[in-house]
């Protein structure tokens, strides 16, 4: 897959920041976990070059938050069962946003953009959100997006909860804090995070 041409497309849009701090983690954080469960055969096996394309695809999983209301995005406190409701419509806001760009609908990445826009709040037992997929009906390599954006979420400040030491993180991920997660993924989550998150953020942890 080449993903370059909706990279070119996406930051002439202003819709993709792949080079600040926090990104870079985040891309690193994905690419170690993708390897960690390629390796393992939790997920089907990739390429390292499959490996360097989602991971750099996970990037794009929150970019329908352009369209979520700043009142609500940077809400300290609990959201309103409806404020929720708004926050939850990130995923397909992601995916019509995107829609809107003929350019990059005709790039070969752009279904797998639009899986990960869509599908990264979806969890195993079909508990998630939007399209409430189960099991093997979420993309695996999406899953294991959804599972890097938990804990990356966690160990970071918010307006609304403060950060969380990564093996505390790890513990409510594990306990189903987050929602439910394939259960060969959590296992070899809880065997390797430990290593990879000192990697990933040991300037920030």
């Not at 983690?25 to 390629?38: D, G, K, M, V």
């Not at 939790?42 to 390292?48: E, H, K, S």
């Not at 959201?79 to 609908?105: A, N």
Request: net charge negative; hydrophobic share 40%; with cysteine.
């Amino acid at each position: 897959m080449n993903i370059e041409p909706a990279f070119t497309v996406l930051r002439r849009e202003q819709l993709l920041i792949d080079h600040s701090p926090h990104s870079t983690q985040f891309e690193n954080l994905t690419e170690q976990l993708l390897r960690a469960f390629s390796a393992a055969a939790v997920i089907p096996t990739l390429t390292a070059e499959e490996i360097r394309l989602y991971a750099a695809l996970a990037l794009l999983h929150d970019v329908g938050k352009r369209a979520i209301p700043q009142e609500i995005l940077n809400k300290p406190g609990h959201l309103t069962r409806e404020e929720f409701e708004v926050m939850k419509s990130h995923t397909t806001q992601g995916c019509e946003l995107l829609e809107q760009i003929p350019e990059l609908r005709k790039c070969e990445a752009f279904p797998a953009i639009c899986d990960v826009c869509r599908h990264h709040h979806e969890r195993w037992d079909g508990s998630g959100y939007p399209d409430r997929l189960a099991g093997e009906d979420i993309t695996p390599w999406v899953q294991v997006v959804g599972l890097a954006d938990a804990f990356d979420a966690l160990i970071h400040p918010r307006v609304y909860k403060p950060a969380y030491p990564p093996d505390q993180a790890r513990d409510m991920i594990l306990s189903g804090a987050c929602g439910v997660f394939h259960p060969l993924l959590l296992a070899c989550f809880a065997q390797h995070i430990g290593a990879i998150s000192k990697a990933v953020y040991s300037s920030a942890c």
